[in-house]
Structures are given as C-alpha cells and as structure tokens.
C-alpha cells in the first residue's frame, strides 16, 4: 500500500483532483487540529509511491480541502481561524485570496460540481453556512439557524444550486437560488457528522 507521512501534520481531509485522477489534496493540521498551523499538501500517486508536488502553510489548522470545478490548479480550504483560502498549485507563494466571514473554525468547503455556477458553500462551528463567489472573492449569501455546529456541507451534484448540512442532530437540504429556502430538515436522534448526495 502506498502511503505519505506528514511529520507533525494530522491529515483532516483528502479529495482527488477532478481533472487528474493521480492528484490528490490533503488538508492537515498540528496537534490534532487543537493548537498550532495547518498545511495544504498537493500530492502525485505515481506507480511506486505518492510524492509530494507541492504544500502550503497557513498560520492555523486546515480542516478541509476542493478542487475548483473549472481549474485544474486552484482549491479552496477551510481554516480554523473562521477564514477560507484560495490556493493555485501552479503559484508557490501563499494563497491567492482569503475569505473571511466565519467567526469560527470552516470544518467544511465544497465546490460546486454543476459546472453551470462555480460556488463554494462553507459550514462552520459558528452554526452558519455561506456560499461565496471564488471568482469574485465575494460572499454571495449565509445561512442562519442551524442549531449547532456545521460539520459537513456538499453540494447536489444534480440540482444546481442546492447543497445538504449536517450539524448536530440535523440534516439540512437548502436552495440558495430561492433565497435559502430549506426544503427539508430532519430531526435525529444520534449525532451526523457528514453527510453525501
């Protein structure tokens, strides 16, 4: 099996490249997340091993990682420090843009598969959920009154402009084109911690 360690990093999420199926983005952080920096490792799966191509550093953990939907070198992170970050691989330098809007940890980013919008949506432990304009580098619209924390945000990949949460005890399907219009919320009994479509 082939596999990459990250001395003093504890990976929080993976995602393959939708363009290059041998490149794949690793979100991390020190101390378990807790305390300390984040790095976006950018990694190539060759057939012998898994190589590092290139990483970033940011100055507090990473919990999340998206490939953009329209460009091969560009991604988008969700930081502890309440911030996304838009990194392009093809750039060594730090981030192209940061976002800011969370007033807490971004423990998830998706990207818009449609093709037809290129949107990310965001889910935080401040209980809210935002959609932005990576292009624009602009917050399109938040969503208010989740109950608790956000731990997981994703777009449809078959209804453009509908994404599902999940926080605590709830799972959310909200249309942002009809003004965040939830069309339906479920009540469980156990926590949810992700959620897929």
Same mark, same amino acid.
Do not use: M
């Given at each position: 099996m082939k596999s990459f360690k990250s001395p003093g990093?504890?990976?929080?999420?993976v995602e393959i490249s939708p363009f290059l199926a041998s490149t794949i983005a690793c979100a991390s952080s020190q101390y378990y997340g807790i305390a300390g920096?984040?790095?976006?490792?950018? !990694?190539?799966?060759?057939?012998?091993?898994?190589? !590092?191509?290139r990483s970033f550093d940011w100055n507090d953990g990473l919990f999340d990682v998206t490939w953009s939907?329209?460009?091969?070198?560009?991604?988008?992170?969700?930081?502890?420090?309440?911030?996304?970050?838009?990194?392009?691989?093809?750039?060594?330098?730090?981030?192209?843009?940061?976002?800011?809007?969370?007033? *807490?940890?971004?423990?998830?980013?998706?990207?818009? *598969?449609?093709r037809g919008e290129h949107l990310v949506v965001s889910g935080s432990w401040d209980h809210t959920a935002k959609v932005w304009?990576?292009?624009?580098? *602009?917050?399109?619209?938040?969503?208010q009154g989740h109950e608790g924390v956000i731990y997981s945000t994703i777009w449809s990949p078959h209804i453009p402009a509908c994404f599902a949460s999940a926080s605590g005890r709830k799972m959310s399907c909200i249309c942002p084109s009809m003004k965040f219009e939830r069309i339906a919320a479920i009540l469980l009994k156990v926590t949810v911690l992700g959620c897929r479509y």
């Open positions: 990093r504890h990976g929080y999420a920096c984040g790095t976006l490792f950018v !990694l190539e799966q060759r057939e012998a091993d898994v190589s !590092l191509v939907e329209n460009n091969e070198h560009v991604l988008v992170t969700g930081g502890g420090d309440g911030s996304l970050q838009i990194w392009d691989t093809a750039n060594p330098q730090g981030p192209l843009q940061v976002l800011k809007g969370h007033t *807490q940890e971004v423990y998830s980013v998706d990207w818009s *598969q449609t304009d990576p292009e624009r580098c *602009q917050l399109v619209n938040s969503l």
